[in-house]
């Protein structure tokens, strides 16, 4: 009878590398996202929101349609999915909220998870195309890890949900292999993949509907089945999408062709360590320096070099097999550079026409996110063309590379969550007033002269957040979508000041008459009697 000392040395590579993707992604988590409190915001604009919608959502009551909190746009409400909050963790966490500690937000837990899950979901994607060597799995786990459009994300919490992506290529393997459970749990998961963030959703899908692609090109009959499954995975999506109110929001906000991805932006090595004497990148446009973020690292980009010199049969053996895959990642190559193509600060193509989800896909930057990811699994299974010792060693050597050269993004990390906001007397008069009030009504409100992005921007998210840390409606918020219903007519201060109503005016707005006002921190401040 076996111990249980020889199961684990017999145990699979699979099991090996996910113990070891487990202990890295859980390292880097801890490390660089502090936990010593489950309650403080992060300090900048897009943490903000997300944070702000999910401290609301988690102090109100259950509404319908299900992720409503009256907290925002009070006293209509609003949805916490517009305000990029991780619908999926806010609706789990809900029912336990009396068990939670004051104040509790989870956006900390959720961002050490997606860095536990990235490394892991590496390794199920490479063993789902095939690939049972430890060396290769482990290298896969770190250079997915290290990659550098994962670790520059991090300013967007619930973008930081690329292991999904990585799970979706899982699924791809497992359905051009013909696994039934395959076709049972594509629905499902892009269910959640929609409640962690629509853009990963998409990107999922296309994925995995390009397993269909691939057995149609191969002429097998099999490719029904999987178009069924991915039927009935947007029926699934559309249906939660209603009960939850996607619908009642504007379907795009503009920008397609603003935030792109600038051609030279994979391969050229920005907030690189290793080669950061490169100079840099002159973009066409200067959204491109961050929304089109997509440096595919060092490690990675050596690895591809190496496998075009060595194992280009391999690679191009590979881009048949999976016809659809290669396909859909080419089509995805020309969404992210958007209808007006740049290499650096030269313009190649303008059209005008827009192609379909682009108002929904409108930082069409992101969409070279599976690219990348693909590169990856193809890099690292045509390595098996050289020999054992060759490949292994080059696999490990890109590895660290990789790991080395993203030294610079761990640390902004790390320093970002570190810190944290400086209490001045303005803030401490703003709380005590925030306080006191039942509700805060900001003016101008978003979308009828606020400027988030002007020089008001701290001061408009210093409200946000401690009217939120108070749990304190708010007339107005910072949405990626604005209601379809909204109209700036019915958003204006009365004419009598209601009862227990803070007023705040920022910039050239000015009270209105019968007002007892004082300046906070350049904001116009008005208690009501």
Aim: aromatic share 12%.
């Amino acid at each position: 009878m076996k111990t249980f000392r020889d199961r684990v040395i017999k145990a699979p590579s699979l099991v090996w590398a996910v113990m070891v993707a487990l202990v890295l992604g859980s390292a880097e988590g801890i490390h660089l996202v502090s936990l010593d409190s489950l309650s403080r915001f992060p300090v900048f604009q897009d943490g903000i929101q997300a944070v702000a919608g999910q401290r609301y959502f988690l102090s109100d009551a259950w509404r319908w349609p299900l992720l409503d909190t009256r907290f925002l746009f009070a006293p209509n409400g609003a949805s916490v999915a517009m305000t990029d909050s991780t619908p999926l963790l806010l609706l789990l966490f809900k029912p336990f909220v009396s068990l939670l500690p004051a104040g509790f937000v989870p956006y900390r837990l959720w961002l050490v998870f997606c860095f536990i899950m990235q490394p892991i979901s590496a390794v199920l994607a490479l063993a789902s195309a095939g690939e049972r060597r430890f060396p290769a799995l482990i290298s896969g786990a770190l250079l997915a890890l290290c990659m550098p459009f994962f670790l520059g994300r991090i300013i967007h919490l619930s973008l930081m949900g690329q292991f999904l992506l990585l799970l979706a290529f899982a699924l791809y393997f497992s359905l051009v292999r013909i696994r039934t459970w395959a076709l049972i749990l594509t629905p499902p998961f892009l269910v959640v993949c929609l409640l962690i963030h629509p853009i990963l959703m998409l990107l999922s899908f296309g994925i995995i509907a390009s397993a269909s692609l691939t057995l149609l090109c191969g002429r097998q009959k099999e490719w029904r089945g999987i178009a069924c499954s991915c039927a009935a995975g947007v029926a699934m999506v559309l249906t939660v999408s209603g009960a939850l109110g996607y619908f009642r929001y504007a379907q795009g906000a503009g920008g397609y062709g603003l935030f792109s991805m600038n051609l030279l932006s994979p391969i050229w090595p920005m907030h690189s360590d290793l080669l950061g004497h490169f100079p840099e990148l002159h973009y066409g446009l200067q959204t491109q320096s961050f929304e089109g973020y997509a440096y595919l690292g060092t490690g990675l980009l050596v690895l591809l070099a190496c496998d075009m010199v060595f194992c280009r049969r391999a690679l191009l053996n590979a881009a048949r097999r999976h016809a659809g895959m290669s396909i859909f990642l080419g089509l995805l190559i020309l969404y992210a550079a958007s209808n007006t193509g740049y290499a650096g600060a030269y313009r190649l193509w303008h059209i005008s026409l827009s192609p379909p989800f682009s108002d929904v896909l409108r930082a069409s930057g992101r969409c070279f996110w599976p690219v990348g990811y693909g590169l990856l699994i193809a890099g690292i299974r045509s390595s098996r063309s050289l020999s054992w010792p060759v490949g292994n060693g080059m696999l490990i050597l890109c590895a660290l590379l990789q790991f080395l050269d993203t030294r610079s993004l761990r640390g902004q990390a790390h320093d970002l969550w570190k810190a944290d906001f400086p209490r001045t007397s303005d803030t401490q008069a703003l709380i005590g007033l925030i306080a006191s009030a039942r509700q805060v009504a900001l003016y101008p409100v978003a979308g009828c002269g606020l400027d988030l992005y002007g020089p008001d921007t701290d001061r408009i998210m210093t409200v946000f957040r401690l009217s939120a840390e108070q749990s304190r409606p708010i007339n107005t918020f910072y949405l990626s979508r604005s209601p379809k219903e909204f109209s700036c007519d019915h958003e204006m201060p009365p004419i009598e000041q209601k009862p227990g109503t803070l007023e705040i005016y920022v910039g050239e707005s000015q009270p209105l008459a019968r007002r007892h006002c004082r300046d906070v921190n350049q904001l116009k401040v008005c208690p009501s009697e």
